[in-house]
């Protein structure tokens, strides 16, 4: 007998039907209850089956945020099919490539991009179906909102088994072709629950989602879903227009990126707002500038919480918790971590030989959860080299302290190998951000006859700032090979889609032409 009680689909089909009578959403006049979220998701589902989709299939979504986007996911879920979610962002070459990556059978796309995935469906034999959201559709394309229309909005009988593909997200590619990270229905409940216990929710919350739901805040809307908050979700990132649903709709809750911060922190000196009903603001996907976040907090006060995760382990490996932060007002080196694990999390630091290391040596970071990706797809090669006895090889590199705090030094392929010594760019760069007039900094090792490598430092200035200064701020604070040989000026650093500084971007023009890049 097939087991469903450990599956994201049991808990998409329960967790709608339990908080039914509580506001999903009320926006701009349009008021949607989650009972209205649950009956268009049941009619998604039942028109999925009713295609001859359901446990074992993969369905693609390329939505912008919305309740559209809520409502084909909660739908996916339901029918036991894995979600492929994609980026509106990806350039038309990925979409194509993940579409037929993922063996996608159906998908769910914006109008916008209506012409484009129809153009590929020649190349795409297994993509039978495309569901177009937002507008109107040719002769070979479904309308969503005839879709929805033609099923039923009973209740879905959960056949999903835990060990069922249940959600493939593709890695952001920044390092050669995305790859899609495979969880099971039952590692995918497993995170949802590790969210909930983790993540200060509370029902009355109102959560405002700005980045991607393709992303890290598709668990959030889940995870919240479970808990029964409302939400508010844009589709673009427009600052003013986020300040003022702040103040106006009283939001006490978001994620964002340190880059929106510190975007956020810039406005609001020019534009004064109330902000007072923000009482929890968290943070990740990239390392934060120590400086901006102490200003951060002087702003907002101690409402801070710090996740590090990875697709593969999404989200929930280590938190630096509120409590955390107010910890860091006496003791500021904590603000460098990561925090400590969370509780479902088994962590360890090894050596090139994988052997674990003594309490603050440097090493890989080793994590083992119930939520660790089952595999990447079509790639058993590298999943092997990834998950070894139970184990997930995250490729960051750290140490951990006396009190269980984590700190990242960097991503093991981004060291620098300088002179035969190894350099952890983030070292460099968060000396480099304690600078009062550098905005953003990122280093990176650039072709060198004599260093193989030299370490340079990519900086946008804030005011007047020279490359002697920059170089003599970081004389006698670092080790002579770690300092920077070069200081780079530039108005801006290239981003990934999640706000990311692409590291990638910014080495291809040093090493362009070179046989190796390292």
Request: some cysteine; glycine content about 8%.
């Amino acid at each position: 007998m097939r087991d469903a009680v450990q599956t994201s689909q049991n808990l998409a089909i329960n967790t709608l039907k339990k908080h039914r009578d509580r506001i999903f959403t009320d926006r701009e006049g349009l008021t949607l209850r989650y009972g209205d979220i649950e009956v268009a998701s049941n009619r998604v589902a039942n028109g999925i089956l009713a295609c001859g989709y359901g446990p074992g299939d993969h369905i693609a979504v390329v939505l912008p945020n919305g309740a559209d986007y809520a409502v084909a996911d909660f739908g996916i879920y339901k029918s036991g099919a894995a979600l492929v979610p994609m980026n509106m962002m990806l350039s038309p070459a990925d979409v194509a490539f993940i579409l037929k990556d993922s063996g996608a059978r159906m998908a769910f796309v914006d109008v916008s991009l209506a012409a484009k995935v129809q153009s590929m469906q020649c190349d795409l034999p297994q993509l039978k179906e495309v569901v177009v959201v937002g507008g109107a559709t040719g002769d070979e394309l479904i309308g969503w909102e005839d879709f929805k229309a033609k099923y039923p909005d009973s209740v879905v009988a959960p056949t999903a088994a835990e060990d069922d593909d249940g959600l493939i997200v593709y890695t952001g590619g920044t390092t050669g072709k995305p790859k899609g990270v495979v969880h099971s229905q039952k590692s995918l409940f497993f995170d949802i629950l590790a969210h909930v216990v983790e993540l200060p929710f509370v029902p009355d919350d109102k959560l405002l989602i700005v980045t991607p739901m393709s992303h890290a805040t598709g668990w959030l809307l889940f995870a919240g879903c479970v808990r029964g908050t409302s939400f508010f979700i844009e589709a673009s990132f427009d600052l003013m227009r986020i300040l003022d649903i702040i103040e106006k709709e009283k939001i006490t809750m978001t994620m964002m990126v340190p880059t929106i911060i510190y975007v956020f922190l810039d406005i609001i000196k020019t534009k004064p707002c109330d902000l007072s009903s923000l009482r929890v603001i968290g943070y990740g996907a990239a390392p934060i500038s120590e400086k901006r976040l102490a200003e951060a907090l002087e702003v907002f006060g101690p409402i801070f919480y710090q996740k590090y995760g990875l697709v593969e382990c999404p989200n929930m490996i280590t938190t630096l918790s509120v409590a955390d932060h107010i910890k860091a007002l006496k003791n500021p080196a904590i603000l460098q971590s990561c925090g400590r694990p969370d509780v479902m999390v088994s962590l360890k630091i090894v050596d090139e030989e994988g052997r674990e290391v003594p309490t603050g040596q440097v090493g890989e970071i080793l994590v083992k959860a119930p939520y660790v990706m089952n595999r990447y797809l079509n790639q058993p090669d590298i999943t092997a080299e990834t998950l070894k006895d139970g184990w997930l090889c995250t490729g960051d590199m750290g140490r951990v302290d006396e009190e269980g705090y984590v700190y990242i030094l960097d991503r093991k392929k981004d060291m620098i190998i300088s002179g035969g010594m190894n350099v952890f760019p983030v070292e460099v760069e968060e000396l480099i951000r304690k600078h009062p007039r550098v905005k953003e900094v990122s280093v990176i090792g650039i072709p060198d006859d004599y260093w193989g490598e030299a370490v340079t430092a990519c900086v946008v200035p804030d005011g007047e700032v020279t490359e002697d200064e920059i170089k003599a701020f970081c004389k006698g604070k670092l080790a002579k090979y770690a300092q920077p040989k070069n200081v780079v000026f530039q108005d801006a650093l290239p981003k990934t889609l999640i706000g990311k500084i692409d590291k990638k971007g910014l080495r291809e023009p040093f090493w362009e032409g070179k046989a190796r890049r390292v």
